[in-house]
């Protein structure tokens, strides 16, 4: 699981995948998570299912060929065993537009329901927020729409959106057209009309704090409020002494190099290798340069950093895994967070019944951004 790739959504796929490719071709299934900028597997989910064989040993273990009797996948060549020829193998010739990579989505979607099994006070919150949509939402004829919203390092496919992300009132006016077809449902009898509209729910998941607070969402209530990650300036607002350089916010979502970077103190740098992370160096001159620290925090965290790590991975987590559940699900493909609720969906509710949508362009599902 070890990845020069910070984002879970990706790792995740992979995963899923190859768990779904070992079924397929008859082989046992483990996972070596020695280097994951995340810490422990089991730290998030339950363990994996167990297979007859023992693990091979590292020296016995193979990136290539995809005969290997013990194939290693990882982030170094997934994009090779997942590549072109994966997906001309395994693509439908005679089917169109999505359903031409059934057969991949299948495989992802066997590997998110052998693997994707949260634990501990995660799964009981999981478990009180499906109740309550049971029992508040659909037993009462309403609807949930959930919305992921991706901003950060991540970009759109949509051209003239490339070097910014898709408008928050495309994500509203999507909304509305759901929420209104869902409406049309009544038939014209108004008291059902009435308590659709009043039982129905928006829930907002994004790696970017103010999109929270924005005005074009502001109906929408968060996926998950167990574990919030807040911007910098909440953070200032609620501390007792106002600005403070001790406050890291997650600032415009999600950026990568802003995630190695959690945890590290300005004393882990040297004198010479570059600018500090706050206004205060370090006690004592180190030899350490800017670019050797970043390299061993990315393998070896401290305990503090992992800590961090382990909080954003798991409000991630809780993010998908309600948004999952919604009855409707509105992101940009560009996003390997929206391509992961697609497989948590389901195929004939995502795909054939049309409950996934992709605000991003007019792109179709795919394992890979397109």
């Not at 309550?132 to 659909?138: M, T």
């Not at 129905?200 to 969402?217: G, I, N, Q, R, W």
């Amino acid at each position: 699981m070890q990845s020069d790739d910070a984002g879970l959504g990706t790792t995740l796929i992979n995963l899923w995948i190859s768990y779904g490719l070992a079924q397929k071709q008859g082989r046992s299934f483990f996972i070596d998570d020695t280097n994951w900028a995340y810490g422990k597997f089991s730290n998030y989910f339950k363990p994996p299912p167990k297979f007859s064989c023992r693990q091979p040993p590292p020296a016995l273990r193979l990136p290539c060929p995809l005969q290997a009797r013990h194939l290693v996948v990882s982030s170094s060549n997934a994009h090779w065993i997942f590549g072109d020829s994966f997906k001309e193998y395994f693509k439908s010739p005679f089917a169109v537009s999505e359903t031409r990579q059934r057969e991949i989505f299948e495989m992802a979607r066997s590997g998110y329901e052998a693997l994707f099994h949260l634990i501990g006070d995660d799964a009981s919150y999981l478990q009180q927020r499906i109740q309550g949509l049971n029992r508040d939402v659909r037993s009462k004829g309403g609807i949930s729409i959930g919305i992921h919203v991706r901003h950060g390092d991540s970009h759109p496919l949509e051209p003239q959106y490339k070097d910014s992300y898709i408008p928050l009132d495309m994500y509203a006016k999507r909304t509305s057209t759901i929420f209104h077809a869902h409406l049309q449902q009544a038939h014209g009898d108004t008291a059902l009309s009435q308590s659709m509209a009043s039982h129905s729910k928006v829930m907002l998941a994004s790696d970017d704090p103010e999109v929270y607070t924005s005005f074009e969402l502001g109906g929408a209530e968060r996926a998950q409020s167990y574990i919030a990650l807040a911007s910098k300036s909440a953070l200032d607002a609620a501390s007792n002494e106002g600005l403070s350089n001790e406050n890291i916010g997650w600032e415009g979502g999600f950026f990568q190099d802003m995630f190695w970077s959690l945890g590290v103190e300005a004393s882990d740098y040297s004198e010479l290798g570059g600018p500090f992370p706050s206004n205060r160096g370090p006690t004592e001159p180190k030899t350490l340069s800017v670019e050797s620290v970043a390299e061993q925090r990315r393998l070896r965290p401290s305990k503090k950093s992992l800590q961090v790590r382990e909080w954003i991975g798991r409000a991630y987590l809780l993010d998908v895994a309600v948004l999952g559940q919604s009855d409707r699900v509105i992101c940009d493909v560009s996003s390997a967070s929206c391509r992961l609720l697609a497989v948590m969906m389901g195929w004939n509710k995502a795909i054939t019944h049309k409950s996934w949508h992709n605000i991003d362009g007019n792109w179709h599902w795919s394992f890979i951004v397109p």
